[in-house]
């Protein structure tokens, strides 16, 4: 049995980024885009898998990566990936494997960690580093409202 333990985000963040000063300004704005998230995610109940990952890459562009050195885009059946770089020649870094919110057959959760989202999500790890790319920092596992960060 794997052991599996979680961590809240102020337990898992770097200790460094405890530290760094936030402006009123860009927290605002953070709030209002992720606000807007959210209610787009509300509404959305019933659409598709390939709908809710419109507002998720949005919702990235518009704030961690709006200064477009990083690409977020699928990546051959990848859900989203963030490249290194502004196109899809850099390599992946970030792997984003996201099921339709209510999908609970396929979604990890504490209790149930090896569900299809998992297997998954290592399967295109695995092709990844078999393209000699070794430079992928997180998995993501989402249903758009949870995040487990891998």
């Known amino acids: 049995m794997i052991n599996f333990h979680t961590k809240t985000v102020r337990q898992g963040i770097n ?32 659409e598709s898998e390939e709908h809710f990952k419109g507002y998720l890459k949005d919702f990235l562009q518009n704030t961690f990566y709006s200064n477009a050195e ?3 885009n699928t990546s051959d059946r990848i859900d989203l990936a963030i490249y290194s770089g502004k196109s ?3 390599s992946v870094d970030v792997i984003i494997e996201a099921k339709r919110p209510g999908n609970k057959a396929e979604m990890i959760s504490k209790e149930k960690l090896n569900q299809k989202a998992l297997q ?3 399967h295109y790890y ?12 997180q998995v993501v596992i989402t249903n ?6 891998f």
């Open 88 to 90: 899809t020649s850099s």
């Open 120 to 122: 998954e999500a290592l």
């Open 15 to 46: 200790k460094a980024y405890l530290k760094v000063a936030i402006k009123r300004a860009d927290l605002d704005a953070f709030k209002e885009k992720a606000t807007i998230y959210l209610n787009n995610l509300e509404q959305a109940e019933g």
């Open 126 to 137: 695995f092709d990844e580093r078999e393209k000699g790319n070794d430079s992928i920092k």
């Open 144 to 149: 758009y409202t949870e995040f487990f960060i």
């Open 70 to 72: 990083k690409l977020v």
